[in-house]
T-cell receptor, first 116, second 114 residues
Framework: GEEVAQTPKHLVRGEGQKAKLYCAPI?????VFWYQQVLKNEFKFLIS????????ETGMPKERFSAKCLPNSPCSLEIQATKLEDSAVYFC??????????????FGDGTRLSIL | AQSVTQLGSHVSVSEGALVLLRCNYS??????LFWYVQYPNQGLQLLLK??????LVKGINGFEAEFKKSETSFHLTKPSAHMSDAAEYFC????????????FGTGTSLTVIP
């Protein structure tokens, strides 16, 4: 598609439950990024993929968080045993490969995760 | 290390007045710089980008930004504010050392007063 599609828009989980978020990048985009926006105005980088391979995972919490980008499937971000502090809006972005660093990232509308 | 500082978390302007949103960056190598806008409950929309071509960059919705290496700045401007410009604005930097990762500023909330 022409837009980054994130599902669901809202996700509510009880503390300790699992949460799984999905992202379909723009068709033809090789790079996928996940960001966490906890407060209204802070974006924290989590992880990036180049096709199905992890490109940079320096922002991923070592425990509980995992992500995948498998061929012919939406990318996913999974949080095990959620905690209250995981409540945030999670954004996915994609970009073209050929332009490399000069290419902008195109963002989805985010998934709002609420942990109760 | 790479980082972005956006001075002024909140900016208010009157409708029709000049909009100036400040962004200063830190980058150990030549940067690529971007401005994004976020409307409520939406993702980020690209306004414009600097990728080492012209230093004055024109974007959508009448916005432009000028890359000033000597000042390490990339301020966003618009000559005349519209009510529809009210939103959150983010400056971001990346470079060849960041592995395509974007570093975002903390955002500036723009209010337009009728």
């Amino acid at each position: 598609g022409e837009e980054v599609a994130q599902t669901p828009k809202h996700l509510v989980r009880g503390e300790g439950q699992k949460a799984k978020l999905y992202c379909a990048p723009i068709k033809g985009h090789s790079y996928v990024f996940w960001y966490q926006q906890v407060l209204k105005n802070e974006f924290k980088f989590l992880i990036s993929f180049q096709n199905e391979n992890v490109f940079d995972e320096t922002g991923m919490p070592k425990e509980r968080f995992s992500a995948k980008c498998l061929p012919n499937s939406p990318c996913s971000l999974e949080i095990q045993a959620t905690k209250l502090e995981d409540s945030a809006v999670y954004f996915c972005a994609s970009s073209l490969n050929p332009g490399g660093l000069r290419e902008p990232q195109h963002f989805g509308d985010g998934t709002r995760l609420s942990i109760l | 290390a790479q980082s972005v500082t956006q001075l002024g978390s909140h900016v208010s302007v009157s409708e029709g007045a000049l909009v100036l949103l400040r962004c200063n960056y830190s980058s150990s190598v030549p940067p690529y710089l971007f401005w994004y806008v976020q409307y409520p409950n939406q993702g980020l929309q690209l306004l414009l980008k600097y990728t080492s071509a012209a230093t004055l960059v024109k974007g959508i919705n009448g916005f432009e930004a000028e890359f000033k290496k000597s000042e390490t700045s990339f301020h966003l401007t618009k000559p005349s504010a519209h009510m529809s410009d009210a939103a959150e604005y983010f400056c971001a930097v990346t470079n060849s050392n960041t592995g395509n990762q974007f570093y975002f500023g903390t955002g500036t909330s723009l209010t337009v007063i009728p």
